[in-house]
């Protein structure tokens, strides 16, 4: 098994991230509350990364399935990659 530099900073990423998250986020909904437009913000990302994933790198990239308009190729490629799997 190969080891790279890299692995570390991947692995404190992939680690600190969602720690992060988990001890900020209640801090800031305590400090300023969540608004209508987080919320939609929330669930249109959610939407856009899981069918970017399904839609874009499984179905459109792996097995080419079908043809979009480079427009939709690259905001499928975005979302895809804002998953970081």
Known sequence: MRSSH???V???FLTLTPVIAFVVAPIYFFMYGISAV???VFFAYLALTGLSI?????????????RVHPGIEFILLVFGAATFQ
Request: charged letters at 20%; glycine letters at 10%.
């Open 6 to 8: 890299k692995d570390p």
């Open 10 to 12: 991947i692995v404190a």
């Open 38 to 40: 987080e919320i939609a």
């Open 54 to 66: 399904t839609g874009g790198y499984h179905r459109l990239f792996a097995h080419s399935a079908y």
